[in-house]
């Protein structure tokens, strides 16, 4: 009887948490005119996807006619490399931080680890000079930078944390056997590192694609990610508002993060407690 009890409730919970999907969703196949009724948590009578036609490649964004489509891939090309860059810079710095240890190395560590508690918008004058002294301002590689720099601490405490609990033994008796540092790191510690490799990029992953401050202050028109072409499409809207292709690209937007978490969420749970504990 209690665990029917708790299970009904996780029931009611879950189905409050995911009602706002639900009625994206469906509001997202309606026609204009269906949604107009009031009723925005019917089943649509009339099934359409000419929303998502809309959203995707036909939109209305400021005074030039485009859609989602060419800031979708400013994303894409934002978010691979800046996420690929900032976990293998923050196993690095894992590796150095945990199995070759250097005098200050826990000072190195903390002030990375305060980065991690930076607002955001303490950053934006400084960053915003430094892209323009190098040549990156309004770029998608300036974004990139942006996002491995400000992601670099929480990387580098995800690797430290899980190295931390790796056996030293073999790091030793590698060196005995005449490898070198990028040979352990290659050879032994990052094929070992699946777990929190998921967790790393997962969380890279959904901070950089949702990400809108960065995107609103550090690009131009031909370099904006995917969530700023969304703010425009919904406050872009003269007269009526479709807020069935509203939907449709609030969805759009937001499905790549969807598909990472649905694929590979179960890991993110057992990468994180991998370096709980030390063996």
Not at 201 to 218: E, M, P, R
Not at 263 to 268: A, E, K, L, Q, T
């Amino acid at each position: 009887l209690v665990r029917a009890l708790i299970y009904s409730i996780l029931i009611v919970f879950a189905v409050y948490y995911l009602l706002p999907l639900y009625v994206m969703l469906v509001n997202s196949v309606k026609p204009l005119d269906e949604i107009r009724q009031g009723n925005m948590m019917s089943l649509p009578q009339l099934f359409t996807i000419e929303p998502w036609i809309s959203a995707w490649s036909t939109a209305q964004i400021g005074v030039q006619p485009t859609g989602l489509k060419p800031y979708f891939i400013n994303s894409v090309l934002m978010v691979i490399p800046a996420v690929a860059i900032s976990t293998l810079l923050g196993a690095l710095n894992g590796y150095v931080l945990t199995k070759w240890k250097f005098r200050g190395d826990g000072i190195v560590f903390g002030l990375l680890l305060f980065a991690c508690f930076i607002p955001f918008q303490i950053v934006l004058i400084p960053m915003a000079r430094i892209l323009g002294l190098i040549g990156l301002a309004g770029s998608t590689p300036g974004l990139v930078l942006v996002h491995v720099v400000y992601g670099l601490g929480f990387t580098t405490l995800f690797f430290r944390n899980y190295y931390d609990a790796f056996p030293t033994e073999l790091i030793r008796a590698a060196q005995i056997d005449g490898a070198g540092f990028f040979r352990i790191f290659w050879r032994i510690l990052l094929p070992s590192s699946g777990p929190i490799i998921v967790v790393t990029v997962i969380w890279q992953f959904t901070n950089i694609w949702n990400d809108f401050l960065f995107g609103a202050s550090f690009s131009d028109v031909d370099s904006q990610p995917v969530t700023i072409a969304l703010n425009n499409l919904v406050s872009s809207s003269t007269g009526v508002k479709e807020y069935n292709v509203h939907f449709a690209g609030a969805i759009l937007a937001a499905l790549p993060t969807l598909i990472v978490y649905i694929v590979s969420g179960r890991y993110f749970v057992r990468g994180l407690m991998a370096g709980a504990v030390k063996g």
